[in-house]
């Protein structure tokens, strides 16, 4: 917590003083509470109706903290540095333990339709700006008003490079949203299968250093919570601003993230089988798990000075990319994560953007569209192009420290 500034704390301190602790609930006050969202309006169709805030991954859980503890994390790493395509074999050489987990975790589910998965890609390709602009940018200031996630991001090892960080998100992000996702010549269940190794390793490590109040990280709870900040959230946002979806394509999109959530370990019984079920189960977790803390007000100042970066060298670059944030997502997520309200370009924003999507969708003509539109288009797409380079730089690779501070 040295690291954090004391003006950042200070942001963060009068909300943090409304709400208490947010996230953090005794363990024997948290367990009496009932998960209402019934499994019935899952993939599953049926389940045990455990509350998944204390329900984690147990086949990956204790087959990493073993690696870790073994040391064989190093070796591991280098041995999947070239696995890279869903259809490629295994390395020789890994543990044979982690070889049959991860055999296991690589099938897709007997459910995954390959036709929606089509479909999805295709929608993915249309639909690609909105997508990221969405996953990438509201994604991101969604997760750093989540307390668990906040925290776990800060303290872990990637919370010391947040570029890295970024650009580690995004692999998976943009596997998922790629033509050959799920295609052989693809990559979504490699970089899935990856990143449930990671989270896994994260789970054991934050736990062991002394003090860690907030007891087991990641829970199948804070995926779902971190889930809805992405298809849900986005497909909302897009019905909000008229994008025209055809019924066939939003179930496509809702498709793909049920078989990206699966693949990341999340119970089948906790995925959502419809958009309905997917908006109701966002109205449940995501209230109670978002909030305020000095380290997401840090973390979200650090991703927004390299959205900044990356949009333009003038001086309004960051305000620019506070009034996008803060249109993104709401005055009250942009309040928690200390995002200063920009007079000038707030306006801008609120007024331009939707013009230039009715533009895109060819529902008005050029002259329609204010010339402030194409500096913020622009912006995004110099963002997008970042995000995609960074991706490329760089693998997912098991972590075996926290942040080194």
């Known amino acids: 917590m040295t690291e954090l500034s004391r003006r950042k704390i200070l942001i963060s301190g009068g909300a943090l003083g409304a709400l208490g602790a947010l996230g953090i609930t005794a363990p024997a006050q948290a367990r009496v509470q009932d998960w209402p969202w019934s499994p019935r309006d899952s993939v599953a169709g049926s389940g045990t109706g455990a509350d998944p805030r204390w329900v984690w991954d147990e086949e990956a859980d204790p087959l990493v903290a073993s690696l870790i503890e073994r040391g064989d994390v190093p070796e591991v790493n280098r041995l999947l540095w070239d696995w890279n395509r869903n259809d490629q074999p295994l390395p020789e050489g890994l543990p044979a333990d982690l070889r049959d987990f991860m055999e296991r975790a690589r099938q897709l589910p007997s459910w995954a339709d390959r036709g929606k998965l089509e479909t999805a890609a295709n929608f993915n390709k249309s639909r690609g700006l909105y997508l990221n602009l969405l996953n990438g940018v509201g994604g991101g200031m969604l997760s750093t008003a989540i307390p668990k996630e906040a925290r776990a991001v800060y303290y872990s090892k990637g919370g010391a490079d947040m570029e890295d960080r970024v650009a580690k998100t995004s692999i998976l992000g943009f596997a998922v949203g790629a033509l050959n996702a799920y295609r052989p010549d693809g ?52 019905l909000e601003w008229k994008v025209p979806i ?52 840090a973390l979200t100042d650090i991703l927004l000075d390299q959205l900044a970066e990356q949009t333009s060298p003038s001086s309004i670059s960051r305000p620019l990319c506070n009034a996008l944030a803060r249109y993104l997502v709401g005055d009250q997520v942009a309040d928690w994560n200390g995002i200063p309200r920009e007079p000038v370009w707030d306006p801008l924003i609120r007024s331009a953007w939707p013009k230039l999507v009715r533009f895109r969708e060819g529902l008005i003509p050029l002259p329609l569209v204010p010339q402030v539109a194409w500096v913020i288009d622009e912006a995004i797409r110099q963002y997008i192009m970042w995000f995609l380079t960074k991706g490329k730089e760089t693998k997912i690779e098991i972590p075996t420290t926290n942040r080194p501070s």
């Open 187 to 238: 990559s979504c269940v490699v970089e899935a299968v990856k990143t449930r190794l990671v989270h896994a390793a994260v789970r054991h490590l934050l736990q062991q250093v002394p003090p860690w109040p907030y007891g087991i990280p990641i829970s199948q709870e804070d995926m779902l919570v971190t889930w809805h900040t992405l298809p849900t959230f986005a497909m909302r946002k897009m």
């Open 246 to 297: 055809s019924a066939a394509d939003s179930a496509a999109h809702l498709h793909v993230w049920q078989v990206t959530g699966h693949m990341l370990g999340i119970r089948d019984e906790y995925i959502p089988a419809t958009w309905e079920a997917a908006n109701a189960q966002s109205d449940l977790v995501l209230p109670r798990n978002m909030g305020p803390t000095p380290e997401g007000v």
